[in-house]
Nanobody, 123 residues
Framework: VQLVESGGALVHPGDSLRLSCTTS????????MGWFRQAPGKEREFIAR??????AYADFVGGRFTISRDTKNNTLYLQMASLRPEDTAVYYC???????????????????WGPGTQVTVSS
């Protein structure tokens, strides 16, 4: 399954941004889809995931981000608000297309990844 992220940008603290992730497999219903990020010098970390109608978020999100999916357009979104400099990272979309490994909060639960999109939050 091919995934492609878009929407990354350079924004100011407090701004909002929406990331998108499109899939090459429109007829595939993955067990889960998620967003991760990796900042320079840090490990990739879980942000949010959507499994069926159930969503889950990392604690650091604190209500600022929302994950959603448009099945008609085969697109996963991450709406981000109140962005902070510490949110600067490469953001990755992932899909658990072939392996069922709940709760889908770790990178090893996903078998398909996009190349990432850069988000930079700076004044």
């Amino acid at each position: 399954v091919q995934l492609v992220e878009s929407g990354g940008a350079l924004v100011h603290p407090g701004d909002s941004l929406r990331l998108s992730c499109t899939t090459s497999a429109p007829n595939l219903t993955p067990y889960a889809m998620g967003w991760f990020r990796q900042a320079p010098g840090k490990e990739r970390e879980f942000i949010a995931r959507l499994s069926g109608a159930s969503d889950a978020y990392a604690d650091f999100v604190g209500g600022r981000f929302t994950i959603s999916r448009d099945t008609k357009n085969n697109t996963l979104y991450l709406q981000m608000a109140s962005l902070r400099p510490e949110d600067t990272a490469v953001y990755y979309c992932a899909a658990a297309a072939f392996v069922y490994s709940p709760p889908f909060r770790t990178s090893d639960a996903y078998d398909s990844w996009g190349p990432g999109t850069q988000v930079t939050v700076s004044s």
